[in-house]
T-cell receptor, first 115, second 112 residues
Framework: GAGVSQTPSNKVTEKGKYVELRCDPI?????LYWYRQSLGQGPEFLIY????????DSGLPNDRFFAVRPEGSVSTLKIQRTERGDSAVYLC?????????????FGPGTRLLVL | AQSVSQHNHHVILSEAASLELGCNYS??????LFWYVQYPGQHLQLLLK??????LVKGIKGFEAEFIKSKFSFNLRKPSVQWSDTAEYFC??????????FGTGTLLAVQP
């Protein structure tokens, strides 16, 4: 079946601009995660949704970052006043079951470059 | 705080050589452990996972990993690598919260 999809695959923007990154989870998956992967690093957790609500946003680096999931399916990660340090690959993952038996499935990522 | 350490950042092997990639984590409670793989130009894929039970888990493509609780380790092994195993490998742990904590990854290059 279809996996997690993310759009756009690449985004180039200028410092100070606003960007939105979209994630379509696997159909029926209730949990959705955003991670950020910088060059030479593993993915780092940003935020986790269970349904429509953000269950854990402890990984968001500052208040320029915000994410929504209004209908419990598609999610949008929003970054205001982008900075060069925001350049990274933003990964989305979804899972069908929370708790001990949960496995997260990752999308291809959006590569963000802030000039 | 939870953390994951992958000791080898870059490994180069010849085909048919045996592979062992180290992974250690720091967390005192019950953990779930994962190895993900990222082939060139592709997204992260699950290789194998440990939730409970037999500490020796088998994954796809002949990979296996052993959970040794006393050593806080979850090393990945394969007896005979192939050129197609060239990829980046990430170890990850999940503790009390749902988020995954990843290591920095190991880049494996298999020479034909």
């Amino acid at each position: 079946g279809a996996g997690v999809s993310q759009t756009p695959s690449n985004k180039v923007t200028e410092k100070g601009k606003y960007v939105e990154l979209r994630c379509d989870p696997i159909s029926g998956h209730t949990a959705l995660y955003w991670y950020r992967q910088s060059l030479g690093q593993g993915p780092e957790f940003l935020i986790y949704f269970q349904g429509t609500g953000a269950a854990d946003d402890s990984g968001l680096p500052n208040d320029r970052f915000f994410a929504v999931r209004p209908e419990g399916s598609v999610s949008t990660l929003k970054i205001q006043r982008t900075e060069r340090g925001d350049s990274a690959v933003y990964l989305c993952a979804s899972s069908a079951k929370r708790g001990q038996a949960e496995t997260q499935y990752f999308g291809p990522g959006t590569r963000l470059l802030v000039l | 705080a939870q953390s994951v350490s992958q000791h080898n950042h870059h490994v180069i092997l010849s085909e048919a050589a045996s592979l062992e990639l180290g992974c250690n984590y720091s967390y005192g409670g019950t953990v779930n452990l994962f190895w993900y793989v990222q082939y060139p130009g592709q997204h992260l894929q699950l290789l194998l996972k440990y939730f409970s039970g037999d500490p020796l888990v088998k994954g796809i493509k002949g990979f296996e990993a052993e959970f040794i609780k006393s050593k806080f380790s979850f090393n990945l092994r394969k007896p005979s690598v192939q050129w197609s195993d060239t990829a980046e490998y990430f170890c990850a742990v999940r503790g009390a919260t749902n988020k995954l904590i990843f290591g920095t990854g190991t880049l494996l290059a298999v020479q034909p």
